[in-house]
């Protein structure tokens, strides 16, 4: 209610921009897939193609990786009314001039660092992080502070999705994020979109 | 010391009795003292992300942020 009048306070703003978030690795693909097949337009410039890491597709607008640098935010706009795909670590940089409904993917600690090192084995970047433990409280605090940040942000709504669920119970991820939307996706879409033979990374 | 603005918070009591005792030994004034620093090093993980360096390396080498 408090968020509602300071939405109302805060002007006119157009439609939500639907932000899919999470830690890479976490099944934000996936979840773009869903809301692309169940009918949501996504914001994207396909540039990133898909590849053995994500042979379904990426679904992210390059821009969005300047995030943190680049002052001039004011494209972010165009995702009004659209989904668009932001690493947790970067929704601390999205503008403040639109309204956001958030879904966060979350995914067991041990499964998101395998699956990162593999792709960073395969891209052949050079990986200069802390050891598994220190990443994983690392990426506990990024959690944290995404959930507190959207709490005390007012244009923010969050829901947290987990991925082990969706990849059991497709359709209760389905209905569960049209609940969150508005109601006016095409569920049984949605689920057909999870290919649970994605689900390589096992704790 | 804690400002006039300070609440009370419940801790249990053996808790308490420790921290006065670490307090002390580290020369804190007051196990309140103690307790607020803690308290503040320990919520900078949670407010401050621009001090993360390991997951800014790891997203960009992962293609990630820029």
Do not use: W
């Amino acid at each position: 209610m408090l968020k509602s009048i300071k939405r109302f306070l805060g002007g006119n703003r157009g439609e939500p921009i639907v932000i899919v978030s999470g830690l890479p690795r976490s099944g934000t693909s996936m979840l773009m897939r869903m809301l692309d097949r169940g009918g949501f337009e996504i914001m994207t410039d396909a540039e990133r193609v898909a590849d053995v890491d994500n042979p379904n597709g990426y679904f992210e607008y390059e821009r969005v990786k300047h995030l943190e640098k680049e002052t001039d935010k004011s494209y972010v706009r165009e995702g009004r009314g659209k989904v668009l795909k932001v690493i947790s670590f970067l929704i601390k940089d999205l503008p403040d001039d639109n309204d956001y409904r958030v879904i966060f993917m979350r995914r067991d600690l041990d499964e998101v660092i395998t699956s990162q090192n593999k792709m960073i084995d395969r891209l052949g970047t050079q990986d200069t992080t802390a050891d598994r433990e220190a990443m994983k409280e690392a990426y506990r605090n990024d959690i944290v502070r995404t959930r507190l940040l959207c709490k005390n942000r007012p244009n923010f709504e969050l829901i947290e999705i987990h991925y082990k669920q969706t990849i059991e119970d497709p359709v209760a991820t389905a209905r569960e994020l049209n609940g969150f939307l508005g109601g006016k996706l095409d569920e049984a879409a949605m689920s057909a979109g999870v290919d649970a033979n994605l689900y390589r990374n096992k704790a | 010391m804690l400002g006039s603005k300070s609440v009370k918070v419940k801790l249990d009591r053996d808790l308490f009795d420790r921290l006065r005792k670490v307090a002390d030994v580290a020369g804190y004034a007051t196990a309140e003292e103690f307790v607020t620093h803690v308290l503040e090093k320990e919520m900078l993980h949670f407010e401050d992300a621009g001090s993360d360096d390991d997951i800014r390396d790891k997203l960009k080498g992962l293609g990630y942020i820029s």
